[in-house]
Nanobody, 116 residues
Framework: QVQLVESGGGLVQPGGSLRLSCAAS????????MGWYRQAPGKERELVAA???????NYADSVKGRFTISRDNAKNTVYLQMNSLKPEDTAVYYC??????????WGQGTQVTVSS
């Protein structure tokens, strides 16, 4: 089991930046994959970025070149640096952790609103 707590969301103007943090309740070096998903009103939840235990990263096409996912195993935290934000990035962002053979875990979500 792992509990995930997101932080760092908020209101930002187009072109601005935010950094989301996801703090895990266990050592994340033991977590296989961690990722960030988002869900906008009326839309399905979608993958934004993911990072494996081997530090392999994967991004949605819509955020490539603007968002960066990273993990700090010493702090048991995964980050999502979001630059050049657009109104279409507005959504609730969720942290996700996958432990093979154990389960798929979610945080409670943090709201990101991009608006002038």
């Amino acid at each position: 089991q792992v509990q995930l707590v997101e932080s760092g969301g908020g209101l930002v103007q187009p072109g601005g930046s935010l950094r989301l943090s996801c703090a895990a309740s266990r050592r994340i070096f033991s977590v296989n994959d961690m990722g960030w998903y988002r869900q906008a009103p009326g839309k399905e939840r979608e993958l934004v970025a993911a990072i494996s235990s081997a530090d392999t990263k994967n991004y949605a096409d819509s955020v490539k070149g603007r968002f960066t996912i990273s993990r700090d195993n010493a702090k048991n935290t995964v980050y999502l640096q979001m630059n050049s934000l657009k109104p279409e990035d507005t959504a609730v962002y969720y942290c996700n952790a996958v432990i093979y053979g154990v389960g798929n875990f979610w945080g409670q979500g943090t709201q990101v609103t991009v608006s002038s």
